[in-house]
């Protein structure tokens, strides 16, 4: 390790700076969610089996929400404009606006060139759960979703229930397409239930036991016409391990939720975003 220079305390005692200041991002209108959502009825739902995901669609304006049903289960969202899946989730830069985990009132924001909100989190009976002591929270955009390529470059496996691979599969069955085509449309995630965050001394990214129990759930207002794909991991609730059959898994239920005609009066899609993407040429 290089020897660290005389002033090395100084240098580490530099007060940071947050990167994208949220005082200027357009904020939601919850009160106005929460009453259209009083009024909604039950549309349509999809039960996602253990190890395995499914695709579903929701109309913009109206919401969807995940719960855990049966025991302790986290899931990989996966959420595309319906009519364009080239605009897709941004984990990332969702990340960069909201921090590493997201709860009541975040959005999940679309792909450059839209970057847009795509989806607002309306619920999250989860939120109570707040920082623990290791520095974890739940429903994070810092993890990638389990894939068969890392697991078999850790441990040479050919493992195919992993939630890349459940999306993958879903999305090529709602589409018509070969798992070849498909592949390329399934991104980063928003991590549901998943309680994770870095350990303090190396930095490294960390899963423990979600503290999600049946009934919980987390739920979303559509603010573009959406496509989803949701797996119920293979890690169950990622206490142990995951890209394996050997955690107890159970099912991930998806509800879509119709507000009554009316109740949305005066919202409407955010455009994509107006820069005029000259780039400087």
């Not at 229930?161 to 592949?183: F, K, P, Q, Y």
């Not at 119920?232 to 206490?239: L, S, Y």
């Not at 005609?261 to 005066?266: A, D, N, Q, R």
Request: hydrophobic share 35%.
């Amino acid at each position: 390790m290089t020897q660290a220079p005389d002033d090395a305390d100084a240098r580490r005692a530099v007060a940071p700076v947050i990167c994208y200041p949220d005082d200027t991002l357009p904020k939601p209108d919850l009160d106005l969610y929460a009453a259209a959502r009083a009024t909604a009825r039950k549309s349509g739902e999809i039960l996602v089996p253990p190890r395995d995901a499914r695709c579903f669609e929701v109309p913009r304006g109206q919401f969807f929400r995940i719960t855990s049903v049966g025991g302790p289960q986290v899931g990989d969202l996966n959420l595309w404009n319906a009519e364009d899946l080239t605009e897709r989730f941004y984990s990332g830069k969702t990340r960069a606006l909201h921090g590493t985990h997201l709860t009541t009132g975040e959005r999940m924001w679309s792909s450059f060139p839209h970057l847009r909100p795509m989806a607002t989190i309306t619920w999250d009976s989860l939120d109570w759960y707040g920082i623990d002591a290791f520095g974890g929270s739940v429903h994070d955009v810092i993890g990638t979703r389990c894939d068969p390529y890392t697991g078999n470059l850790l441990s040479g496996t050919q493992y195919h229930h992993c939630c890349h691979s459940n999306l993958i599969r879903a999305l090529a069955g709602h589409l018509g397409v070969s798992a070849v085509e498909a592949e390329p449309h399934v991104h980063d995630v928003l991590n549901v239930f998943m309680c994770t965050g870095f350990t303090r001394d190396t930095g490294q990214y960390f899963m423990k036991a979600s503290p999600v129990r049946p009934g919980d759930h987390l739920e979303f207002f559509a603010e573009i016409d959406l496509l989803g794909g949701l797996s119920a991991c293979p890690g169950g609730d990622c206490g142990s391990g995951h890209s394996s059959d050997a955690a107890a898994c159970h099912p991930l239920l998806v509800e879509i939720f119709a507000p009554a005609p009316g109740s949305l009066e005066g919202w409407q899609p955010r455009e994509p975003s107006q820069y005029d993407r000259s780039h400087g040429l």
